[in-house]
């Protein structure tokens, strides 16, 4: 008895320790698998320059240092594998601390385990949003290891150093300082007697107070609402936010709720599987939550912005047709994928094109900021590339694709100074200095842009003759860009598919004569597609500047007039029928889409 | 005035030397960085006065020493007012950040925050303008929820809303009378269009703008037309003579249909440099008198700046247009207002110069370059001297000295004043949540022109963005 007795009392480290190692274990999977595209998602939003202007802006601001640090770690993201270690590290870090604040507070009880795994399994649930920053779960963290290191005594003197180091609490985690205020007077109103409790309560508030007028008035620069929230989590979605304000909440009550737990203090082999029945709840509850939330779309269109970031356009192309997807950008980037590999006109509608003429140019807003100049870029139009590229600095600060596009058109554009400027602040980074300086050598010898595959050819098609760029209707420049430079097939051939997805027939055939001008010897395929639409509809082939229509495209188009015969004496009007094997015709997307 | 020693070598020593050799500071550097402590740079300075400095640069190595063939820089008697106030910016197009005007000393590194934005709802600041030079006369436009014209008079901010109904934009680019009492003011509606071709990037012009001038004591803005002439211009940077008599501005006829359309057709906007005379006592103008016609000579002029002393007048000239810091041929150029001569400054580079401004005792001009790195404007300081001969321009010095390789953000208009401003970010957002003074119309009779009412309606696309409105 005495033996199975002792057991007990271990137990219940061995199953916190546990069911830590499980999360650790499981969070890491998913980071590194099904949620690896959060990693890549975040580490291209920032970029950590080694240079002093940039570590200023966030040494200007009350939580700046901790949004600084986030950074620091997300730069690691750049590797899945020591990105999920990183992020399931810091994850799981919140429940060990609550852990060391428990045996301060009260003894395990059988519901301390799932109390002190909740912080980090919603921490988990908000991490899976792919805006959730890793600065978010530091403050919370931080919270708690400045609170253990509160409440590891009732001594006066620990009480007044915490009293006397919030200030600089609060520099450091910014509005974080709040929450701790928060849980701090709840600690001190439940655990500290007499009149101790009301003394240093009232103590933290004046001094939350106080910090915050100075800050206002004389120390920082910065509205008030920015002082009062800045960096606490903001993420534009409904879950996050409940459980932003959830685990708020949960961790300012956490004294009272240990306090409250604790009174179930009877611990037996029943209740202690219980406990554990309770952990393994929490658990399957969590993946369910997973399950449920888990946008598969998101997730593709981040692997195929992956793919493109790294110019893999034929894996790219592959990505998206295996895995397409309803979501404008995913459909963006594969139609700029097919142009760089110059098969947009032959192989557009192999892929999901349900987003028509809107997935070729991005609208001019801040969601679509960061995507919009490639495309400007694929098709020759460099100076609006650069633009774009720019602007997306401007409003969101360094980012590797931003400057890597910057650095790209300034080169082609023969601004090596401003080139050389980007290289040296690429340069500073920690991962991407080798990328700055394959970049540099067109610095030292700019006689190798033109020899460059990428940079050469976009030499190659670059407008002669100047223009005014069309901003709003972007479509508008792609005759200019033909007129301006008749090597510029690109240009050509987006504006075909512009009028494709347009279901312009006749506007699309009518520039076929152009294209023995521009060196084809072969109408692309879903060209020949929509040739043969207009000859079905007028009874005469168009003029097709000595080109023809291959036999290949002339006999598809008969089986799928025949099919589409059929279909139509049926009164079906859907093309589920005839999408296996025309799914990857022009013909059905003018009909079914 | 620390500097980068861009050779190569492991090992430099730099020794500058006062010009009668009582004085010597040797700095030693392994990067290449040159920062000469402070308090001895300054007694180096006041050693050399109206004298030489000699630098010498030897590079150790070790198998050799190279010496460099010494430089040396003058050190002129007449000192360069102790701030320079300027508005940092990403030279970009539509979006902005975060927005600041700020102060530095440049007789130390310290630079201190006049206006930020941040407390300002991330509304976009510009145009700012001093009083001849005065600290504490000073005017700013905020654009957006908390816009207005913040204008300082002898301390203290006040929010004006300088917009009437004959004018056809809102007030834009400033030019304070000498007195304090006026602030003349082109309005403007202002457009940016793009380039395709790699050799342009942007051009930034206007759809209509109109001088004004806006009375301080009686808070009401006169429109500035020359009744007797029935051509339509465009009228834009306004500058006062030194003795307020006079007030120069840049106009062209508006001849051109829809430049905005055609780069060759923007080609032919080109302004000339006028002026009107102009009574202070009674805010009354006379007719316009032609300065100088750069339109017959194919050129186009922007930004006139007469000195202090009312002798010479600087402007920039580039091929056409108006807002010429995106012109890569834009030169400052000067104007004996004497003798008439017209001279091409020698302080130009193959870069684009603008946005020049006198010291408050004509000595020195401090102008914006571009020549660091073909885009971003950086601020250089050049001596001038009573005959009009600029000294050999430098930019203006950083505590790193490696800072404009990295920096991405121009020095907006970079403008001398002659001592550290008091009021700063929390009193212009102290001064944002009142409400704005709305100015009258000085004549009643005044409208907007029905040509111009026709211009401002137009949109070239549904989702344009003016700039400076």
């Known amino acids: ?593 | 005035m620390n500097f980068t020693i861009k050779e190569q070598g492991n090992h430099f020593i730099v020794v500058a030397e006062s010009g009668k050799g009582d004085y010597e500071i040797r700095v030693k550097s392994r990067n290449g960085q040159v920062r000469f402590p402070m308090k001895r740079w300054k007694r180096m300075l006041r050693k050399s006065t109206g004298d030489k400095i000699f630098i010498k640069i030897i590079s150790q190595e070790k198998e050799k020493n190279i010496e460099y063939e010494p430089f040396h820089m003058f050190v002129a008697t007449e000192p360069v007012d102790p701030y320079l106030a300027y508005r940092l910016i990403y030279p970009g197009y539509y979006c902005w950040s975060t927005l600041r005007i700020v102060q530095r000393c440049v007789e130390d590194f310290s630079e201190k925050s006049i206006i930020e934005n941040q407390v300002l709802d991330m509304n976009c600041i510009n145009c700012h303008s001093f009083c001849n030079n005065r600290s504490d006369r000073f005017m700013v436009h905020v654009r957006g929820s908390k816009g207005g014209t913040y204008i300082v008079y002898d301390g203290k901010i006040e929010r004006k809303d300088l917009k009437t109904d004959p004018m056809p934009g809102s007030a834009t680019y400033p030019a304070w009378h000498p007195s304090g009492r006026y602030i003349a003011f082109s309005s403007n509606q202002v457009r940016q269009t793009f380039y395709a071709h790699y050799s342009k990037s942007i051009e930034v012009f206007d759809l209509v703008s109109d001088i004004i001038i806006y009375d301080m004591g009686k808070n009401s803005i006169a429109m500035v037309h020359d009744a007797e002439d029935t051509t339509k211009y465009l009228e834009t940077f306004p500058c006062w003579s030194n003795d307020g008599r006079y007030l120069y501005f840049c106009r062209t006829p508006q001849n051109i249909e829809e430049p905005w359309r055609d780069p060759e057709k923007m080609k032919l906007l080109k302004y000339s440099l006028v002026r009107i005379s102009f009574n202070p006592e009674t805010g009354s103008h006379g007719r316009v008198e032609m300065v100088y016609d750069a339109a017959s000579e194919g050129k186009s002029v922007s930004y006139p700046r007469v000195s202090p002393d009312g002798n010479f007048l600087v402007f920039t000239l580039a091929d056409f247009g108006t807002f010429l810091n995106w012109h890569r041929e834009a030169d400052l150029y000067m104007i004996d207002l004497q003798s008439g001569k017209l001279k091409k400054l020698d302080i130009n580079s193959e870069e684009t110069e603008s946005w020049h401004e006198w010291s408050s005792n004509g000595r020195w001009l401090i102008f914006s370059s571009k020549r660091l790195d073909g885009r971003s404007t950086r601020p250089f300081i050049s001596y001038f001297d009573s005959g009009g001969n600029t000294g050999k321009p430098f930019v203006l010095p950083q505590k790193n000295p490696e800072k404009y390789f990295y920096m991405l953000e121009s020095f907006n208009l970079p403008q001398p004043v002659n001592a550290k401003l008091k009021v700063g970010p929390r009193d212009f957002m102290a001064s944002s949540k009142n409400e704005s003074v709305k100015a009258l119309a000085a004549n009643k009779a005044d409208s907007l022109p029905e040509w111009d009412k026709k211009r401002t309606a137009i949109k070239r696309n549904p989702g344009e963005k003016p700039i400076h409105e």
């Open chain 1, 1 to 593: 008895m005495q033996k199975k007795a002792n057991i007990l009392s271990k137990l219940p480290e061995y199953d916190v320790w546990l069911f830590i190692i499980i999360f650790f274990i499981s969070s890491f999977i998913f980071f590194f698998s099904a949620g690896s595209y959060i990693l890549f998602f975040q580490e291209q939003q920032h970029l950590f320059v080694y240079l002093p202007d940039f570590y200023r802006k966030f040494l200007l601001k009350p939580g700046g240092l901790l949004d600084l640090a986030g950074l620091f770690i997300t730069q690691f993201y750049v590797n899945p594998l020591a990105g999920s270690l990183i992020l399931s590290l810091f994850l799981s870090l919140p429940s060990v601390v609550i852990y060391f604040i428990n045996r301060k507070l009260k003894d395990g009880n059988i519901f301390s385990t799932v109390l002190l795994l909740i912080p980090s399994v919603s921490l988990f649930l908000m991490q899976s949003h792919y805006y959730h920053t890793i600065s978010y779960n530091l403050g919370y963290l931080m919270v708690l290891i400045y609170f253990l290191f509160a409440s590891s005594s009732e001594n006066k003197r620990i009480h007044i150093a915490t009293l006397i180091l919030f200030p600089l609490f609060y520099y450091v985690t910014g509005a974080y300082a709040l929450i701790f205020s928060g849980l701090y007077i709840i600690y001190i109103l439940i655990y500290l007697k007499g009149a101790r409790k009301f003394f240093y309560s009232l103590s933290v508030i004046a001094l939350t107070v106080v910090t915050l007028l100075l800050s206002a008035h004389s120390i920082f620069i910065l509205p008030a609402k920015q002082l009062l929230t800045y960096p606490l989590p903001y993420v534009n979605n409904s879950t996050h936010r409940f459980l932003t304000i959830f685990l708020t909440l949960y961790i300012i009550m956490y004294p009272a709720l240990i306090l409250i737990s604790g009174h179930v203090k009877k611990m037996n082999r029943t209740l202690y599987i219980f406990r554990l029945l309770l952990g393994f709840m929490l658990f399957t509850g969590t993946g369910f939550l997973l399950l449920n939330k888990f946008n598969p779309d998101v997730a593709r269109v981040v692997n195929l912005e992956k793919l493109v970031f790294e110019e893999k356009w034929q894996e790219a192309v592959k990505y998206y047709e295996t895995y397409p997807a309803r979501n404008i950008i995913a459909q963006y980037f594969y139609n700029i994928s097919l142009t760089e590999t110059n098969q947009l006109c032959d192989r557009m509608f192999f892929g999901r094109q349900d987003a028509g003429t809107k997935s070729l140019f991005l609208p001019w807003d801040d969601e679509h900021l960061n995507w919009g100049a490639h495309v400007f870029y694929s098709i020759g139009l460099i100076n609006e590339a650069h633009r774009w590229a720019y602007e997306e600095l401007v409003v969101y600060g360094y980012r590797p694709q931003n400057l890597k596009m910057l650095i790209k058109t300034n080169l082609i554009n023969g601004n090596i100074r401003m080139a050389d400027k980007y290289i040296n602040i690429l340069k500073k980074t920690l991962f991407y200095r080798d990328l700055a300086e394959e970049y540099e050598k067109f610095v030292y010898d700019t006689s190798l842009i033109k020899a460059n595959p990428d940079l050469g050819k976009k030499k190659a098609i670059i407008p002669f003759d100047n223009f005014f760029i069309f901003l709003e209707s972007p479509e508008d420049n792609l005759p200019l860009l033909v007129e301006a430079n008749p090597d510029n097939r690109r240009a050509f051939e987006y504006l075909m598919a512009w009028l494709l997805l347009s279901k312009d027939v006749e506007t699309t055939v009518m520039n076929i004569p152009k294209m023995k001008e521009l060196g084809y010897t072969k109408i692309p395929r879903h060209i020949e597609e929509a040739v043969l639409i207009y000859y079905n509809s007028k009874r005469a082939m168009p003029d097709l500047g000595g080109l023809t229509v291959s036999y290949a495209t002339t006999e598809r188009f008969s089986r799928y007039v025949a099919a589409y015969s059929a279909l139509r004496q049926r009164s079906a009007l859907s093309g589920n029928a005839m999408e296996p094997e025309f799914g990857n015709t022009y013909w059905f997307y003018f009909h079914f889409y």
